[in-house]
């Protein structure tokens, strides 16, 4: 049923499950599904209620309940101090709240896209990520720029590129990718409660799937640290590093693999910067082989980061072949559903790519 | 030219020293502002104590005479990198200061020397972050213009991002209900700024406890207003945000509209604007020697007759005020300030190499940063 939901999304539609959400009260008992929608939401309620210097400002974040619905509820919770929508003025909005970080409150900054981000991305660099070294330690910016990053469904070359690579180049900013809802969640309620800029990169066609999540990641003091990855399915013959909504499609390539006797060990990095290179090598030192995958560009970006990585440390001399990246291709992305289909990895490259480094 | 009340001169004249009897208190009239959407207007008849008068005379002289020595500084390349210095605008650092709270906030561009004195930064620690030393303001670590004290906001090096930033930090006042303000600076040539525009929006639509100040000193960088903006009424460009224009030269007048324009903020009107026409001496940075776009003879004719300092001390002396001895002693005291801080700017020693990757992230656990070269595992911590 998992994977004929996950075939079903992929093809594209941005669908709102319904099944299976209830919410978990009281003790005991089983782990609920939430979409990852969803979980932002309870984190995004749970860490303004906690800490009243928390507030959320972007466009359509609260009479319209958020243009892709995250912020939902939260205005009529909250009320116009605390959820703020702004004009489309990017630049000027997130300067604003840069500077409302550095004078003592704790924004989150949405970004409707992270293609808009490209208009205020002086303020994320100059004005939120170096301040803190500028100013010798004495002015630290608490700040989160959150959205959808990357491809979404049909919405053509400006809308949909991925931004990990640009935002992870620049030191002073912490930038996260999660992947499902207990990323989202945990994820989330830590990027908020760092007291440095974190860039947050969700993704669109990610907000309506439903995950499991654990009672305990349900709790209201869950989070995930930043800077450590996880290993979502162990395996011996080759590593697949991924982030966001191509871990999933790791995982299928790799349930796909196992029938043929091959055994993926996948990890979901969680945190481009600082990436957890420790957690690639030790993988990579048992099974010798190695592929990235991403949505973005591969021209400098985070498999190229990770291919420098492996090199430059103990992992390399336990690499049986080059490291192969999969990535989405180097065009702007165009709108026919085929020709976007084709943009980007699906999980049948994934599972050649695999094949051609294990020399299968 | 000030009216002197004759029944504060005699009551002076009995709490004076028997040698000289100095007017206490003057009654000044400043040049009228110009207005944008404003039915009343700042005060023209202001009042100065001479304490006051003293107080603004020190504090200009200390910041002339620490940019100078700054030019001197970095001709003698003890300075490097970009250094834009205020020398003839003193009149506006001082005369917004003279009229906000030390709790209020204010942020500016990157001609920032005078602002960082003016907010508490001392002239020892200005310059020693001018010649890159540990003993600097930011450490060493962010030179002329990245300046940072409590309440200041630096410091800023791309122009026109600043305000915005200002617009937060009223944001933040007004969402912790502090009462409080933000001063927000930008120059002649930010004033073009898209999203400048973008704030005064919000500014507007929000309330926002922010003074925007333009401080128009004819030129940005080597292009002179009339060449870069379609309408140089600086105080209009905020169009539904009331607006004044500033004799900037004059510490008085620029006190008197910093304090009207600080009363339309805290009493929840929102935004208001303020031109100050100003003038600087130096080119816009050290390397530019100002005369390719402007005459020395302009230059020369600002100094001669509306130079802030002078003005203020004819105004102090010719309304027997001071004395010119008194004036000299300040002089006096401000030179030897500013040398002493130039000698610890010159010996302090550079900030330590282990200090490099420091200052990366605030309250987190420290960090390996990568090196010029994979082996060059550095440190950073908080």
Request: aromatic fraction near 8%; include cysteine; glycine fraction near 8%.
């Amino acid at each position: 049923m998992a994977s004929s939901l996950r075939s079903f999304l992929r093809s594209g539609k941005n669908v709102v499950l319904v099944l299976g959400r209830r919410r978990f009260h009281g003790s005991g008992s089983a782990a609920v599904q939430v979409t990852v929608r969803d979980a932002l939401n309870q984190a995004l309620d749970e860490e303004l209620e906690r800490d009243e210097r928390v507030f959320l400002m972007g466009e359509e974040v609260a009479q319209y309940d958020g243009a892709y619905k995250v912020s939902r509820g939260l205005w009529k919770k909250y009320g116009d101090k605390r959820i703020i929508d702004t004009p489309i003025s990017e630049m000027g909005f997130a300067g604003i709240a840069v500077g409302a970080a550095m004078a003592g409150l704790r924004p989150i900054c949405e970004f409707m896209t992270f293609n808009f981000s490209m208009q205020a991305i002086d303020q994320v660099i100059n004005s939120a990520a170096k301040t803190y070294y500028m100013s010798a330690g004495q002015q630290p910016v608490p700040i989160v720029f959150r959205g959808p990053n990357g491809a979404s469904a049909g919405v053509a070359a400006q809308h949909s590129q991925c931004f990990a690579a640009w935002y992870a180049h620049c030191p002073g900013l912490k930038v996260v990718s999660p992947w499902n809802s207990e990323d989202a969640r945990g994820l989330l309620k830590s990027a908020i409660r760092d007291d440095n800029p974190v860039v947050f990169l969700e993704n669109e066609l990610m907000y309506g799937v439903s995950f499991e999540m654990t009672e305990e990641s349900q709790s209201k003091d869950f989070t995930i640290p930043i800077g450590k990855a996880k290993v979502e399915r162990q395996g011996s013959h080759v590593t697949l590093v991924s982030h966001s909504r191509y871990v999933g499609h790791c995982l299928d390539a790799a349930a796909v693999l196992a029938k043929e006797g091959i055994e993926c060990e996948v990890i979901n990095l969680r945190t481009i910067r600082p990436m957890d290179v420790e957690s690639i090598e030790a993988s990579v030192m048992k099974t010798n082989h190695l592929v990235t995958v991403e949505g973005g560009w591969p021209q400098f970006g985070v498999g190229a980061e990770i291919c420098a990585r492996v090199m430059e440390g103990p992992a390399f001399n336990y690499l049986d072949a080059p490291v192969t990246r999969v990535t989405g291709v180097d065009i702007p992305m165009p709108y026919a559903k085929t020709l976007e289909e084709h943009s980007l990895p699906q999980v049948k490259d994934i599972i050649f790519s695999v094949k051609k480094t294990l020399n299968i | 030219p000030g009216k002197m009340l004759t029944n504060i001169s005699s009551l002076c004249g009995a709490c004076c020293s028997p040698r000289r009897a100095f007017i206490f208190v003057l009654f000044v009239a400043v040049q009228k502002c110009d207005l944008h959407k404003l039915d009343e207007a700042p005060a023209t008849e202001v009042v100065m104590t001479r304490e006051e008068g003293l107080k603004y005379y020190h504090i200009m002289q200390t910041i002339r005479r620490m940019e100078l020595k700054a030019d001197q500084l970095y001709k003698q390349k003890i300075i490097r990198g970009f250094c834009h210095l205020y020398d003839g605008q003193e009149a506006c650092a001082v005369g917004i200061e003279a009229a906000i709270n030390m709790s209020d906030h204010l942020i500016t561009a990157y001609r920032a020397h005078g602002y960082t004195y003016t907010r508490g930064g001392t002239v020892k620690k200005i310059m020693a972050e001018l010649t890159g030393r540990r003993g600097g303001i930011a450490k060493g670590k962010g030179g002329s213009m990245h300046m940072y004290c409590k309440n200041f906001y630096g410091g800023n090096g791309i122009v026109g991002a600043q305000v915005p930033l200002g617009a937060g930090v009223a944001l933040a006042c007004k969402y912790q209900g502090n009462n409080e303000l933000c001063v927000c600076l930008y120059g002649d040539g930010a004033a073009n700024q898209g999203q400048i525009f973008e704030t005064y929006n919000m500014a507007s639509l929000w309330k926002l406890p922010v003074i925007f100040i333009c401080e128009n000193n004819r030129y940005g960088m080597g292009t002179s207003v009339e060449r870069a903006a379609a309408s140089t009424d600086y105080y209009k460009r905020g169009e539904f945000i009331p607006g004044l224009r500033v004799d900037g030269m004059d510490v008085l007048c620029v006190r008197e509209a910093t304090r009207f324009a600080a009363e339309h903020c805290r009493s929840g009107k929102g935004p208001i604007l303020m031109e100050l026409q100003t003038y600087r001496y130096h080119g816009h940075s050290m390397s530019d020697p100002g005369i390719s776009y402007r005459t020395r003879d302009e230059i020369q004719e600002v100094r001669s007759k509306s130079d802030p300092i002078s003005l203020l001390k004819d105004r102090l002396l010719s309304n027997n005020m001071a004395s010119v001895e008194e004036l000299k002693v300040i002089d006096v005291e401000v030179r030897k300030e500013i040398e002493d801080a130039a000698q610890f700017a010159t010996t302090d020693p550079e900030p330590p190499l282990d200090e490099l990757c420091n200052h990366m992230f605030s309250n987190n656990p420290p960090v390996e940063v990568r090196g010029t070269n994979p082996w060059a595992k550095l440190k950073s911590v908080s």
